[in-house]
């Protein structure tokens, strides 16, 4: 039988998440957040707004009868849709939050142990008392973050084997009900979350809930996505012709030799350092469609004018809202994925990276070497260009 939910007193070390609980079971860290990290994330009438535009994915989940019918509407919503929702029952969930409100972005710092290149987005949920969207199973890890309110959590201790939802809704609710240990959460709590084990929460007193969602592709998004890269460069996309065929292959036969073959410049393909370079493109895929296009900020600084900027003592640091990937290839060499770019790396440049991944900040006084190294200037001068990397004067906190 396995243990009730464990409760630590601090997030995990890397060492210790990946050992015991990634993918194996949810965890409960009690005031993880600190009360000035929360009172700067979003609020719920910003939410509210968010949720009246275009671009953000909301969407509403109404409960009644304790639970017994469940309704969901998809948003853009109006002041009125509010209005009509009433003062318990119901939830407003908001997609990709961490791109709309920066602020709230600041939240990924703390899960700097978790694969922060696996980060799908932050969800963020404002629910009235009562509020829930149903026991459920999610594909992602979720490190559920409690704001304002309290929450009561159902945990599953195992991975749910078999998924049956109820039929005919527009959200997937588990058909019956599933063991699991029950907590309440508050303001600064993390409970993690491992995929397809079955939660439910149910809102005590109004409340927000931020999910910190790592999701991981499906094989066929990964050879679709490394398709397409290679067929946007003629010398990689090597057309099959049927080279060394024998009379084995004659008709409608496909030889043992020619399926070998085949499979063989497949496996080949993988692994080459194109794989490399288009892992980290991958990975730096932005959900938010335009995005990337809109990326080049509105006046971008050529080299000398960027150097001299960091000469004055001005610093850089990365947006937390700003994912990069780096890997290296197996000849060693260092790739630095960003916004589905790819860039190669020297290693004085991989150090700075580095620095900057873990939202520490850069300055010429701190990194001296910088100076005579004009590669990896021009790199962060790039970076600097498409919104990657931000200045900011030391001393501004
Ligand atoms: C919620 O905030 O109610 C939903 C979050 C989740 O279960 O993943
Ligand atoms: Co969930």
């Known amino acids: 039988m396995p243990s009730p939910l464990v409760i630590l007193d601090d997030l995990p070390s890397a060492v210790d998440f990946y050992r015991l609980y990634w993918n194996r079971r949810p965890f409960l860290v009690r005031r993880a957040i600190g009360e000035d990290a929360m009172a700067a994330l979003i609020g719920a009438d910003v939410l509210a707004g968010l949720a009246m535009e275009e671009a953000p994915q909301s969407r509403m989940v109404m409960t009644a009868g304790d639970h017994h019918d469940w309704s969901c509407r998809f948003g853009p919503f109006t002041e009125d849709d509010f209005a009509a929702a009433g003062d318990a029952d119901w939830s407003l969930l908001v997609q990709n939050v961490e791109q709309f409100h920066p602020e709230t972005a600041t939240l990924l710092r703390y899960f700097n142990f978790a694969p922060r290149w696996l980060m799908d987005d932050i969800m963020v949920s404002f629910s009235a008392k009562g509020g829930s969207v149903g026991p459920h199973v999610d594909s992602y890890h979720v490190f559920l973050v409690q704001g304002q309110g309290t929450r009561r959590w159902k945990v599953a201790r195992t991975p749910l084997l078999e998924e049956v939802y109820i039929q005919g809704l527009e959200l997937k609710i588990l058909e019956t009900n599933f063991d699991g240990d029950d907590i309440d959460v508050t303001s600064g709590d993390v409970l993690y ?180 190294d004009p590669a990896t200037i021009e790199l962060l001068c790039e970076l600097y260009n498409h919104q990657g990397l931000e200045f900011y004067r030391p001393g501004d906190g």
């Open 193 to 372: 979350v491992p995929p397809k084990f079955a939660h439910q929460g149910t809102t005590i007193d109004d409340a927000l809930t931020f999910s910190v969602g790592f999701l991981g592709p499906k094989l066929s998004e990964l050879y679709g996505s490394y398709g397409q890269y290679l067929s946007e460069f003629e010398g990689l996309d090597q057309r099959y012709v049927g080279d060394g065929l024998g009379p084995d292959s004659a008709g409608f036969v496909i030889g043992a030799d020619a399926a070998q073959k085949i499979q063989g410049s497949l496996t080949r393909q993988l692994g080459a350092k194109d794989f490399t370079r288009w892992l980290v493109e991958f990975f730096t895929e932005s959900a938010i469609e335009d995005f990337g296009e809109h990326s080049e900020r509105g006046q971008t600084l050529d080299v000398a004018a960027f150097g001299a900027e960091l000469k004055k003592g001005t610093g850089l640091t990365k947006p937390e809202y700003i994912k990069f990937a780096i890997t290296q290839s197996a000849d060693g060499e260092f790739f630095l994925g960003f916004n589905r770019r790819s860039y190669s790396l020297s290693e004085s440049a991989t150090a700075v990276l580095h620095r900057l991944m873990v939202d520490d900040s850069v300055t010429l006084g701190r990194a001296p070497e910088l100076l005579n």
